[in-house]
């Protein structure tokens, strides 16, 4: 059953008719400054109308350049209405304009469209994590985009192309500085686990939370040494907070304990890092029968108990469900192979904005759903595009 019937206000409000000549001034306006790497005097098609039908058909449930080609086709009347145009452009067109065209470009245009948020980032957590864009990677060439992820809001807020995971922490500064970050919390795993990497979120104005495995060996040994003996006291004159969560259903059981401190002052590492509070999250799964038991620990520069830090550690995780999930099964990321020039990155970059447009705009009704709107209904697409450029 879907969602979300098409009756609702969201989709009532999308649908209305709206000033077309209006509208398509705006978008040539939203991409007046769009750098078109093409020969200008040869030009059939400026960058504003590819990227108008590159977004409509990447909403409408496109998923590859033959898929944007064959929506031009189909949709050219309602594109001639709509933009004034008299043809629509040919695969290769479309093909070569995103070989061509930086990735910055592309980037740029999310951190407009993003203008807004930095407002709404004070004590929200921003994931950083990376992706293997597995369709272009093979044993000799591995291929990671690596992305800011607001975890509340469910949107991209940057990502960077990097040839491989080990790679990743390159990207960071590039990240941090895609949009204004003070206040928020950023969440990243144990691969920027370095003085060098932490101070940086700082010196932004916001905090961090970091994983702590074994590229720390000393400091993670000194951690969990305090926790177990901490434990083996039962917690007796020390300062913790603790915290239990437990979830079940289909024939999984976990449970996870968090247990969090700002007694610090026996860490001669604290100051340097800049720490507030050392966390350790004990879990206990039982899948069909076998348990699991594992514990993982984090340090931060937010001073909090808890109770905050189990629900932040549980977002870092929504990255994979609430993008990397959806971007692999909804937009088929893994299964395409386009990786000439700039193409992979620029796909990738217009996927994210497709998913920050629909979470913004239609946030209940799902990305699938949403899609399969903008494909029967017109209206609809049009509206979305519509609240995006006017």
């Known amino acids: 059953m879907p969602k979300r019937r098409s009756s609702d206000a969201y989709f009532t409000e999308l649908t209305k008719d709206i000033d077309i000549e209006s509208f398509r001034k705006s978008i040539q306006a939203n991409f007046s400054d769009f750098p078109d790497p093409r020969r200008q005097g040869s030009v059939v098609y400026p960058a504003w109308s590819l990227l108008f039908i590159i977004l409509s058909g990447y909403l409408a449930g496109g998923n590859s350049v033959g898929d944007i080609a064959h929506f031009g086709e189909l949709k050219r009347e309602w594109l001639k209405d709509l933009l004034g145009i008299d043809s629509v452009p040919s695969y290769d067109t479309i093909w070569w304009f995103l070989v061509r065209t930086e990735p910055d470009a592309f980037k740029a245009l999310m951190s407009r469209w993003l203008a807004g948020v930095p407002d709404g980032l004070r004590d ?194 929504s990255i994979e469900n609430n993008l990397h999930y959806v971007l692999d099964v909804i937009f088929q990321e893994d299964a395409s192979q386009i990786n000439t020039g700039n193409s992979a990155e620029n796909i990738a970059l217009i996927r994210r904005v497709i998913m920050n447009i629909i979470t913004q705009f239609d946030p209940d009704r799902g990305m699938a759903n949403a899609r399969r709107s903008a494909t029967y209904d017109p209206r609809y697409l049009r509206g979305l595009l519509a609240r995006v450029f006017c």
């Open 124 to 317: 929200q957590l921003l994931v950083i994590d990376g992706k293997r864009l597995r369709g272009i990677s093979d044993s000799e060439h591995i291929t990671h985009v690596v992305e800011m992820f607001a975890a509340e809001s469910r949107l991209t807020i940057a990502q960077e192309k990097v040839p491989k995971k080990s790679s990743e922490a390159a990207a960071l500064p590039a990240l941090l500085d895609a949009i204004n970050i003070e206040g928020a919390v950023v969440s990243m795993d144990a691969l920027y686990a370095h003085i060098s990497d932490t101070q940086q979120v700082i010196d932004r104005g916001a905090d961090y939370i970091v994983g702590l495995k074994g590229n720390q060996p000393k400091l993670e040994a000194e951690v969990v040494n305090f926790f177990e003996q901490a434990r083996a006291v039962d917690y007796d004159g020390v300062d913790v907070t603790i915290t239990v969560s437990e979830e079940s259903g289909h024939g999984r059981f976990e449970r996870r304990t968090t247990t969090a401190t700002r007694e610090l002052d026996w860490l001669p590492q604290a100051d340097k890092w800049r720490m507030q509070t050392l966390v350790e999250v004990c879990s206990e799964r039982e899948i069909n029968g076998t348990i699991e038991k594992g514990t993982r620990y984090y340090a931060s520069s937010r001073a909090a108990d808890a109770e905050t830090f189990a629900r932040w550690i549980r977002g870092h995780w």
